[in-house]
């Protein structure tokens, strides 16, 4: 049950609020005086005040209440107030509203009015309550992660990312394939790094081979090695990515652009541990873990003709899946960030662009935009402008017009407040908490940028 704090020296209004609030099953202390206040928030856990603005005799500057309201800021900053008064000044209550308080009612209050306000900031304290734990959670999970396990420095803050990232620490250890699919530039090589430097063979080689970057006949000789005179141009025997990775992982990326011919070799690796060389009839033997990744749909191309259901479940016996960027909303600012380096920082429309933009590139288009953002910015900070995406304004020579730059700073805002949003799955407390507003100022802020109620 929450717990309202009353400082007020008339006693017909602490009865009368006792009341009110019991009512709605809010318990409340009472005092009479500032000091008498303070000394109870030291004792008790509150979740609201309600103060008066006035205490001594014949006074009505607010002066005493303002000294009040400052003293809780000071020593409980978290904490809603609302003040309350029979003498109202309009400018005292706007300075006092821009240094934090919750609200400022007039007495006689309404007591629908006051019990809404009291409703709206104790369920926005709830939210934000929640959303700290959570927090803490979500830290100390994190710093366990990363004190157990090696994940090669890996910036991340998404859940759906950490999913992948713990189901990877887990397999890690069994000497079993790995599949990792997700779109192109999304961070497969890093889980597969993460899963190599926490497997049994972390001591051993760890050799990448991109399927895609080579043409079809000569990955063969890549994958196996070729002896002398095995094709054209191969004047000297060389070893291939199998025998170099011996003792350690081998890492296959775009493994669907594997030819036919090298998914049949590839296969009778990973069944027994023997190939020969192009060119050889020399059969050898190698211990490899074999991590593979694609951005292709295998089960599509199982069904073309053009993949070996076979090798595919032979890879495919514990499959990662990393969402693409635009799925891990919570990791574009801190990756951004560390794309930028020290020295750089951004500012909030950069962020709401950064957040607004659907990422086709995933991780590898953020960091080219952060890189070239930081090495056309002259100063420290860097705007929405210096990111040059298609949400923000390109860098000109002559700045926008009023009217552009306020219709691009109203869409920065929108997406800002769209993100938040999503982020809370649509509770409005939880986003409001987030965004620094109390609840009813995002349902205004909503309403002013056209974003419909949850």
Not at 10 to 24: E, F, R
Not at 205 to 216: D, Q, R
Request: hydrophobic residues 50%; contains cysteine.
């Amino acid at each position: 049950m929450p717990t309202i704090l009353i400082i007020d020296d008339n006693a017909a209004v602490t009865v009368a609020l006792d009341v009110l609030l019991s009512l709605h099953d809010i318990d409340s202390l009472c005092a009479a005086a500032p000091a008498e206040g303070l000394a109870l928030l030291e004792r008790h856990a509150v979740d609201l005040v309600i103060q008066d603005m006035n205490f001594s005799a014949d006074t009505t500057s607010g002066a005493e209440g303002a000294s009040l309201f400052r003293a809780i800021r000071a020593r409980h900053p978290d904490l809603p107030v609302i003040l309350l008064t029979a003498w109202t000044h309009l400018d005292a209550a706007v300075d006092l509203i821009k240094a934090g308080a919750a609200d400022y009612l007039a007495k006689p209050w309404r007591d629908e009015r006051l019990m809404a306000s009291v409703g709206n900031l104790l369920e926005l304290g709830q939210a934000k309550r929640a959303l700290q734990e959570r927090a803490l959670q979500d830290q100390r999970a994190r710093r366990e992660l990363e004190s157990d396990f090696d994940l090669r420095g890996m910036v991340w803050r998404d859940p759906a990312t950490e999913t992948v990232i713990r189901l990877a620490c887990q397999v890690a250890r069994a000497d079993v394939p790995v599949l990792i699919s997700g779109p192109n530039g999304s961070g497969k090589e890093c889980i597969a790094a993460i899963v190599q430097a926490n497997s049994q063979v972390a001591a051993g080689p760890f050799v990448v081979l991109n399927c895609g970057a080579l043409p079809a006949e000569l990955i063969e000789a890549e994958l196996f090695g070729a002896e002398a005179g095995a094709y054209t141009g191969a004047t000297r025997a060389r070893e291939g990515k199998f025998e170099a990775a011996d003792g350690g992982t081998l890492f296959l990326d775009e493994i669907g652009n594997l030819p036919p011919a090298g998914q049949m070799k590839l296969l009778r690796v990973l069944e027994t541990g023997r190939f020969e060389r192009l060119g050889s009839n020399r059969e050898r033997r190698v211990k490899v873990r074999v991590i593979s990744a694609t951005n292709a749909d295998l089960g599509a191309m199982i069904r073309a003709g053009t993949f070996r259901e076979d090798l595919f479940y032979r890879l495919n016996v514990i499959e990662l899946r990393l969402p693409p960027l635009a799925a891990r909303p919570a990791d574009i600012l801190p990756l951004a960030r560390h794309f930028l380096g020290p020295g750089k920082s951004l500012e909030a429309a950069a962020a709401a662009a950064l957040l607004a933009h659907a990422w086709p590139g995933n991780v590898r288009e953020l960091k080219n935009v952060m890189l070239r953002a930081s090495l056309l910015t002259a100063g420290a900070s860097i705007g929405a402008a210096e990111l040059g995406l298609p949400s923000a304004p390109r860098l000109a020579a002559v700045p926008a017009e009023p009217e552009r730059a306020e219709a691009e700073r109203g869409e920065a805002e929108r997406a800002a407040v769209g993100a938040a949003l999503a982020r809370a799955n649509g509770v409005v407390a939880q986003a409001a908490v987030e965004l620094g507003l109390s609840r009813q100022a995002l349902y205004r802020r909503m309403e002013r940028l056209g974003i419909a109620r949850p």
